[in-house]
């Protein structure tokens, strides 16, 4: 028998499907994409539900799955990029807010790093567990996202003052 | 890590923005296991079905090339089927839909290289019909 069964992950997806889509679509950028990355996590999660650990939190292991599916998704459509009749363009983020501007300029990689350590509020150790990645790792993309939007949140908003 | 330069005050801001900038961002379509399920299956099924088609396309291929490539061969002269070269000199120069033996068939569709031609234009006349024979190694050098 699953750890988890069927109707408990239907439970969980009406209980952290919103969380799932935001840090997908953090990644993405991609309202159309980040639907996508929702859609094959859970049913990752539900082909795969005999390998979830309960001691884990479903929460965390849901958007572990989310980050991984958006990275690929991420990935797939870099790849595709230079087709010229992909049918994808480079979408720019379209909500008027300036730190979600300076989020969406980050590398997919860090993205997945800042949605989970400021947007769903976990500590550093907890999102290299999610992500599957060493501490350090998680650590120095943090780093690195960090000082990037620093500078750009300044620069952004030095121009909007000026 | 050191993170000596980080504001407490600049992450808690940025933490706030984010959660701001995201709070209108909601998950669609509706998602239910039995939906899952269902597409698991209908995957599974088209992967059958694709398999189902390549395999027709496959078979279909071989079963072609086998009647249209035996089919020339099995017309060819007895004196040449023997012998590999002249068997390839004499399939050359054959033409399947015609039944008849054309010289200048080699030139544009095989090309017969180095030391192979001696050994085959000597195998050929040793015993392939004269003329046949004469033909193949004419058409070889050019003629």
């Known amino acids: ?162 | 890590m050191s993170e000596r330069w980080i504001d407490p005050a600049w992450d808690a801001e940025l933490r706030r923005e984010l959660a701001r900038a995201t709070s209108d961002w909601h998950a669609e379509p509706e998602w239910t296991a039995g939906r899952a399920a269902r597409s698991r299956s209908r995957r599974l099924l088209s992967l059958v079905a694709m398999g189902v088609v390549t395999g027709i396309i496959v078979v279909g291929a071989l079963v072609v090339h086998s009647r249209v490539g035996n089919a020339p061969r099995a017309a060819l002269p007895e004196a040449t089927t023997g012998i590999p070269m002249a068997r390839s000199l004499a399939a050359a120069a054959y033409d399947p839909l015609t039944g008849e033996t054309d010289v200048r068939r080699p030139a544009r569709g095989r090309r017969l290289i180095g030391g192979h031609l001696d050994v085959g234009r000597r195998a050929l006349a040793a015993s392939a019909p004269a003329g046949l024979a004469t033909r193949a190694i004419r058409c070889t050098h050019g003629l």
């Open chain 1, 1 to 162: 028998m699953s750890p988890i069964s069927s109707a408990e992950l239907e439970a969980a997806y009406r209980a952290h499907a919103d969380a799932v889509y935001r840090q997908a679509r953090l990644i993405l950028r991609n309202p159309a994409d980040a639907d996508e990355a929702v859609q094959s996590s859970f049913e990752k999660a539900f082909s795969h539900r005999a390998r979830f650990d309960p001691s884990r939190s479903v929460r965390a292991w849901l958007l572990g799955i989310a980050s991984y599916e958006a990275l690929h998704l991420a990935r797939r459509n870099r790849a595709r990029a230079w087709l010229p009749l992909s049918g994808r363009e480079v979408i720019m983020p379209t909500t008027p807010s300036t730190v979600w501007d300076a989020v969406a300029r980050l590398p997919a990689q860090q993205r997945a790093v800042i949605g989970l350590f400021y947007l769903h509020g976990y500590s550093l150790q907890e999102v290299a567990s999610i992500l599957e990645i060493p501490i350090g790792t998680a650590g120095s993309r943090l780093h690195s996202a960090r000082r990037t939007l620093r500078a750009v949140l300044t620069d952004l908003t030095e121009e909007v003052t000026a």
